[in-house]
C-alpha cells in the first residue's frame, strides 16, 4: 500500500494550487529565481508579498522553511506560513498544512486536523490531497475506516492521472474492498498507472495476468483502452 503523499515539489502546477490565483511580476521574480536555484533572491522577492497577505507567497515561504531551501530548515515556521495561506482558501497550503499534521512535523501529531486541511483541498480538486484522503478513510486515520468512501476519493484522484491513487484502486479491485472483487478492473488500474511510468505498478499487473483466463485478460485490456480514451473518466 502507498504511503501518504508527501508534500509535492515546488512546481507551476503546485504554486498555482487552484484556479484564479494570479501571478504578480515580483512573484514571477521570485519563481524564476527559486527555479535557477538562487533561493536567496526568492525569498527577498516572496517575504514581502507574504507579509502583505498574498497566499501564493505565503505557501512557496512555507515550502523553503520546510525543506530548508535558501534558510534554516524550520517545520514550525513552514506550518505557520502554511496556514496563513490556507485560512485563505489555498489549496496548495491546505494539502501540505495536512501534512505535516499527519506527519507531526512542527506541530504535534494529529490525524483529525489532518482530515480537516486535506478534506478542504480535497474539495477544490487537489489531486493529491483527494488520494491521501482515500488513505486516511482507508486506513481510519482521522476518520472512521472506510472502504467505500478511500475508493471514492481514489477514483477522483486517479481521474485526474495520480499514479499512486490508480495503484491503490488496482489493490481495492484485487482485494474486493469498497468494490467488488474484479481481477480485470485490477489489471486495467495497475496498467493505467504503469502506463505512467510506475514500476509497482507493472508488476503488479504482470503477476496477476498470470492468475487470468485469456478471456479475462482481453476484457481488462478493452477496459485500459476505453479509460484512456475517456481520460480516465468514468472508469
Given at each position: 500500500m502507498r504511503n501518504l503523499t508527501v508534500t509535492l515539489c515546488l512546481t507551476l502546477t503546485v504554486l498555482l494550487g487552484s484556479a484564479g490565483v494570479s501571478w504578480g511580476a515580483d512573484y514571477l521574480t521570485g519563481l524564476t529565481a527559486y527555479r535557477s536555484g538562487d533561493y536567496a533572491t526568492a525569498l527577498r522577492e516572496w517575504t514581502p508579498l507574504a507579509e502583505q497577505g498574498d497566499a501564493l507567497a505565503q505557501s512557496s515561504l512555507g515550502f523553503m522553511y520546510e525543506k530548508g531551501r535558501g534558510v534554516l530548515?524550520?517545520?514550525?515556521?513552514?506550518?505557520?506560513?502554511?496556514?496563513?495561506?490556507?485560512?485563505?482558501?489555498?489549496?496548495?497550503?491546505?494539502?501540505?498544512?495536512?501534512?505535516?499534521?499527519?506527519?507531526?512535523?512542527?506541530?504535534?501529531?494529529?490525524?483529525?486536523?489532518?482530515?480537516?486541511?486535506?478534506?478542504?483541498?480535497?474539495?477544490?480538486?487537489?489531486?493529491?490531497?483527494?488520494?491521501?484522503?482515500?488513505?486516511?478513510?482507508?486506513?481510519?486515520?482521522?476518520?472512521?475506516?472506510?472502504?467505500?468512501?478511500?475508493?471514492?476519493?481514489?477514483?477522483?484522484?486517479?481521474?485526474?492521472?495520480?499514479?499512486?491513487?490508480?495503484?491503490?484502486?488496482?489493490?481495492?479491485?484485487?482485494?474486493?474492498?469498497?468494490?467488488?472483487?474484479?481481477?480485470?478492473?485490477?489489471?486495467?488500474?495497475?496498467?493505467?498507472?504503469?502506463?505512467?511510468?510506475?514500476?509497482?505498478?507493472?508488476?503488479?499487473?504482470?503477476?496477476?495476468?498470470?492468475?487470468m483466463t485469456p478471456a479475462d485478460i482481453s476484457t481488462a485490456q478493452d477496459l485500459f483502452r476505453e479509460c484512456v480514451r475517456k481520460k480516465y473518466k468514468g472508469c
Open positions: 530548515q524550520n517545520y514550525k515556521i513552514a506550518v505557520r506560513w502554511y496556514r496563513l495561506a490556507a485560512e485563505q482558501g489555498y489549496a496548495s497550503a491546505q494539502y501540505n498544512l495536512g501534512v505535516m499534521y499527519e506527519k507531526g512535523k512542527g506541530v504535534p501529531r494529529d490525524y483529525k486536523t489532518a482530515v480537516k486541511w486535506t478534506r478542504l483541498a480535497a474539495e477544490q480538486g487537489h489531486a493529491s490531497a483527494q488520494y491521501n484522503l482515500g488513505l486516511m478513510y482507508e486506513k481510519g486515520r482521522g476518520v472512521p475506516e472506510g472502504d467505500k468512501e478511500a475508493v471514492k476519493w481514489y477514483n477522483l484522484a486517479a481521474e485526474q492521472g495520480n499514479a499512486d491513487a490508480q495503484y491503490n484502486l488496482g489493490l481495492m479491485y484485487k482485494r474486493g474492498q469498497g468494490v467488488l472483487q474484479d481481477n480485470a478492473y485490477a489489471h486495467m488500474w495497475w496498467n493505467i498507472a504503469a502506463s505512467s511510468g510506475d514500476k509497482i505498478a507493472s508488476r503488479s499487473r504482470d503477476i496477476i495476468t498470470k492468475r
